[in-house]
């Protein structure tokens, strides 16, 4: 049985409710295929205190747990360090029930005060 539309005008505003819905998810559609598939976030910090005692903390991966949110978040997230905790070779491995799952960070700063590494999460969980 046809479904029986009251009038022309009721019709006519239903079609063109749904070409509008088509038109927004068609857009958003390619907005997101149009985004990189990869990015680059960079943060710069002045902090008031001698560059080598700033440098101290930042670079050693074992003291990054007493100043990083992430490290109280899960209790009981599973954390290991490589033989090196600070500096060029530095790991840090990590596996909980965060947001930030589970991943690895390899550390490469160097005695000049350069400090970078990577990190990268392995699984990611969204919704906690």
């Known amino acids: 049985m ?3 539309v009251g009038s022309l005008a009721e019709e006519i505003m239903l079609k063109k409710i749904a070409l509008g819905l088509l038109a927004a998810i068609a857009a958003f559609a390619v907005l997101v295929a149009l985004q990189p598939t990869k990015y680059h976030v960079e943060r710069t910090v002045e902090m008031d205190a001698p560059p080598e005692i700033v ?8 003291g990054f747990q007493r100043w990083s949110h992430w490290a109280d978040a899960d209790p ?3 954390k290991t360090f490589g033989e090196i905790t600070a500096g060029l070779g530095a790991t840090y491995e990590w596996s909980g029930n965060t947001p930030g799952g589970a991943g690895w960070v390899d550390g490469n700063s160097a005695p000049s005060g350069d400090v ?4 990268v999460l392995e699984r990611v969980l969204f919704g906690i």
């Open 2 to 4: 046809p479904l029986v």
């Open 55 to 62: 440098f101290a903390h930042v670079s050693d991966l074992e």
């Open 76 to 78: 009981n997230m599973k």
């Open 116 to 119: 970078g590494g990577g990190v």
